[in-house]
C-alpha cells in the first residue's frame, strides 16, 4: 500500500503549491496602493486563468488556423483543404449528420430534462428519482458503449438475441433489425445515446434554477386562476430562461464537440460520420493535420451564432442592470 | 443601478399575465382546479416514472449482465442479459477478477481508481477557484474591454481537444521539461480544458447576486479580496457545488486527455484508460467489462449524492432578469 502514499504525497504537494500562490496573489492585491488596486485587482484575479487559457487554448487555435491552409507537408495551400472538404462524396452526409445532432440532442435533452425536473419537483423520492436520470452522466463514454450494445446487439434471425431492443422486435413478430448499420436511421439510434447522457445535466441545472423560481410568485398565479400548465407557461419558464439558454449553449456546443460516440459505436462508417470525427480521422488517422484543422475551423464557424447570441443575451441583462 | 426596480417590473408582468386571463378560467370546475393546481398530478407522476424506467434500463441490463457468468455474456452460449432471471445464475466472479490486485493478467482496477482520484481532486479544486476568480472580475470588476474579453472565453469552448493535445504536450515536454508519465500533466491539461466552460458558468450566477450586497461592503471598506472571499464565494455555494461535480465527472471520465498525457504508465493512467484497455482485447476479457464499468461509476454516483444536498439553489437560481 505503500504507492497509495505517495500518491497522496503527490497530491499534498499540488495543493499547497496552489494554495500558496493564490494566497500570494491575494496578498499582492490586498497589499497593492490605493491609486493602482483596481488595476492591480484585475491582473491578479485574471491572470492564472488567462495565462492557463492562452497556453492551452488560444496558441493552439491560432496554430490551427494556420494549419487548415497547409498540406500534409506543412507547405501552405491555400483553400485546398476547403475544396476538398466540400467536394468529397461524403461531405454531404457528414454535414447533414452534423446539423441534425446540434438540432436533436439539445433540444430533446432540454425538453426531457426541463419535463422530468418538473415532474419530480417536490415529489417523495426526489433524489433517488435524479440520481437514476444522472447516472448516465456517471458512466464514462467506454461504459455507454458497454451498456448500448446490450441495447441495439444484433444476430440474425432464428437465433436468440443478446440486445434488448432486437429481444422485444423478435417477441412482436418482427424481424430483428441491424440498428448501427441501416441508414440513415442508425444517426439517430447514435442521438438517443447522446440524449440519454445530456438530459442528466440538462435537468440536474434546470432543476437547482426552478427551486430559485420564488414560491410567491407560483402562488400568486395560482390564486389567480391559472391552470398547472399556465403556472409553468408564465412563471416557470420566464424564471428560467437564463438557465435554458446556459443549458442549450452548454449542450449543442458539447454536442458539436462529440465524437466519441460515434467513434466506439459506428467508427463513422455506414453513413454516421460528424464533423469532429472526420476531424480526429483526418488529424490522428490519415496524416493530414491539414484537413483537420480545416474541419476544425467549421466546427467553430458553426458555433459563431451561438456565440453572438450569447454576446446579446449578456449586453440585454447589462442594460437591465 | 441595483436589480430592484427591474425584478418588480418583471414580477408586475409575471403576475399580469395570468391576471389578465382570469375571466377564461374562472368557470373551471372547482375539482377539476384542485386536482391540477399541483403539478404533480397523476399524469405527471406516470411519465416520470416512464422517463425514469427508460433511462435505468439500459444501465440496469449492464448492472444485471454484471453479475453472470462469463459463459452467458459472450459466446456461443450467450444470452440476453434478462434471462438471468430465470436461470438464476448469479456470480461474484466477476467483481473479483476485475478489482484482484495479484497477477499480471489481472486487471487491477483498484490501483486505477486511485490513480482517477489522485487526477480528479486536484483538477475540481484548481478549475473551481481559477474559474470563480475569473468570473468575479467578469461579473463585477470595473474595467475596459471585460465584455468583449468574456465572450472570448466563452467562445474558447469550442476550440476541440484534439488540435489542442498535441501543441500543449510539446510545450510539456520540450519546454517546461516536465516529467513524462506523472500526474503533473494531467492536472494542468485537465485544468485548462475546465476553465472556459467553468468560467462560463460561474459568471451567470456570480453577476446575479444582487449588487446592493457588493455596494454595502463595499462602503464598509471592504476590498476586492474580501469581498470575493466572503460574499462572492460564500453566496455561491450551490453553483459551485454544481460545477463541481461536473468538473469532476468530465475529468474522470476522460479517456482523450489521459490517453495522450499519462505516457500510459499504470503510475497514472485513470479508470478509463484501463476500461478501453480492457474492452479492446477482443475476447478473453470480455466477461469484465460491465463489471468494471460499475466498479467506475461506483465513486462518481457518491460524489453526486455527497453533493445533491447543496442543489437547493443552483446554478443561476433566480434568474428573473433572464
Known amino acids: 500500500m505503500e504507492f497509495v502514499g505517495g500518491k497522496l504525497l503527490q497530491v499534498g504537494i499540488a495543493i499547497a503549491a496552489f494554495a500558496a500562490v493564490i494566497g500570494l496573489i491575494m496578498l499582492l492585491v490586498d497589499r497593492a496602493p490605493k491609486s493602482t488596486r483596481d488595476k492591480v485587482t484585475v491582473i491578479g484575479f485574471l491572470a492564472p486563468a488567462a495565462i492557463l487559457m492562452i497556453v492551452g487554448l488560444v496558441y493552439p487555435a491560432v496554430q490551427t488556423s494556420y494549419l487548415a491552409f497547409t498540406d500534409a507537408k506543412g507547405t501552405p495551400n491555400g483553400v485546398d483543404n476547403f475544396v476538398w472538404m466540400f467536394t468529397q462524396p461524403e461531405a454531404v452526409i457528414t454535414l447533414r449528420n452534423t446539423v441534425i445532432w446540434t438540432v436533436l440532442v439539445p433540444l430533446l435533452s432540454t425538453v426531457f430534462g426541463l419535463a422530468y425536473a418538473v415532474f419530480i419537483d417536490k415529489a417523495r423520492g426526489e433524489r433517488i428519482l435524479k440520481a437514476l436520470v444522472f447516472m448516465p452522466m456517471a458512466i464514462s463514454f467506454v461504459g455507454a458503449g458497454v451498456i448500448w450494445k446490450l441495447v441495439y446487439d444484433f444476430r440474425g434471425p432464428g437465433i436468440e438475441q443478446t440486445g434488448v431492443l432486437n429481444a422485444l422486435r423478435v417477441a412482436v413478430g418482427m424481424e430483428p433489425k441491424q440498428f448501427l448499420l441501416d441508414a440513415p436511421e442508425n444517426t439517430i439510434f447514435l442521438i438517443i445515446v447522446m440524449v440519454w447522457i445530456q438530459t442528466g445535466f440538462a435537468m440536474v441545472i434546470l432543476s437547482a434554477a426552478i427551486k430559485g423560481v420564488p414560491v410567491e410568485l407560483v402562488e400568486a398565479a395560482r390564486l389567480d386562476g391559472a391552470n398547472p400548465w399556465q403556472q409553468f407557461r408564465n412563471v416557470t419558464i420566464p424564471g428560467i430562461r437564463g438557465s435554458l439558454v446556459v443549458v442549450l449553449t452548454t449542450i449543442t456546443i458539447a454536442t458539436l464537440k462529440v465524437f466519441d460516440i460515434v467513434r466506439t459505436m459506428t467508427a463513422g462508417n455506414f453513413e454516421t460520420s460528424v464533423v469532429a470525427n472526420e476531424m480526429y480521422t483526418q488529424a490522428f488517422r490519415a496524416d493530414e493535420p491539414g484537413r483537420g484543422a480545416a474541419l476544425a475551423l467549421v466546427l467553430f464557424l458553426l458555433v459563431l451564432p451561438i456565440v453572438v447570441y450569447n454576446a446579446r443575451v449578456l449586453r440585454q441583462q447589462r442594460e437591465i442592470r | ?322
Open chain 2, 1 to 322: 443601478m441595483t436589480a430592484t426596480p427591474a425584478r418588480d417590473e418583471a414580477d408586475k408582468a409575471l403576475v399580469g399575465l395570468p391576471l389578465g386571463e382570469k375571466g377564461l378560467h374562472a368557470a373551471d370546475e372547482p375539482i377539476m382546479r384542485r386536482v391540477k393546481t399541483k403539478l404533480t398530478s397523476p399524469f405527471a407522476t406516470a411519465a416520470a416514472l416512464i422517463i425514469a424506467a427508460i433511462w435505468t434500463v439500459p444501465t440496469f441490463g449492464l448492472f444485471v449482465q454484471s453479475f453472470r457468468p462469463a459463459a452467458k455474456q459472450v459466446g456461443p452460449r450467450s444470452d440476453g442479459w434478462w434471462n438471468a432471471f430465470f436461470d438464476g445464475q448469479f456470480t461474484f466472479k466477476n467483481y473479483v477478477d476485475a478489482t484482484a490486485a495479484a497477477g499480471s493478467q489481472s486487471p487491477n482496477l483498484s490501483q486505477y481508481l486511485i490513480n482517477s482520484t489522485a487526477i480528479v481532486i486536484p483538477v475540481t479544486l484548481f478549475v473551481l477557484v481559477l474559474a470563480s476568480m475569473a468570473a468575479y472580475i467578469f461579473a463585477w470588476g470595473n474595467f475596459r474591454g471585460r465584455h468583449a474579453m468574456f465572450i472570448f472565453v466563452f467562445a474558447l469552448q469550442i476550440v476541440p481537444l484534439q488540435m489542442a493535445l498535441i501543441p500543449l504536450l510539446q510545450l510539456f515536454t520540450q519546454v517546461l521539461q516536465l516529467p513524462a508519465g506523472s500526474y503533473t500533466q494531467l492536472w494542468i491539461a485537465h485544468t485548462i480544458f475546465g476553465l472556459p466552460l467553468g468560467i462560463f458558468l460561474l459568471h451567470n450566477f456570480i453577476s446575479e447576486i444582487p449588487g446592493e450586497v457588493i455596494e454595502a461592503a463595499r462602503v464598509d471598506g471592504a476590498g476586492h479580496t474580501t469581498i470575493f472571499w466572503r460574499i462572492i464565494l460564500p453566496l455561491s455555494v450551490p453553483a459551485l457545488a454544481s460545477l463541481a461535480i461536473f468538473q469532476f465527472l468530465w475529468v474522470w471520465n476522460d479517456l482523450l486527455v489521459a490517453l495522450v498525457f499519462s505516457g500510459g504508465t499504470p503510475d497514472v493512467a485513470p479508470i478509463t484508460q484501463r476500461l478501453a484497455e480492457i474492452s479492446g482485447t477482443r475476447g478473453a476479457r470480455d466477461y469484465l467489462n460491465p463489471a468494471a464499468a460499475f466498479v467506475s461509476i461506483i465513486i462518481p454516483l457518491g460524489v453526486f449524492f455527497a453533493l445533491q444536498r447543496y442543489f437547493v439553489r443552483g446554478l443561476l437560481a433566480g434568474g428573473l432578469k433572464g
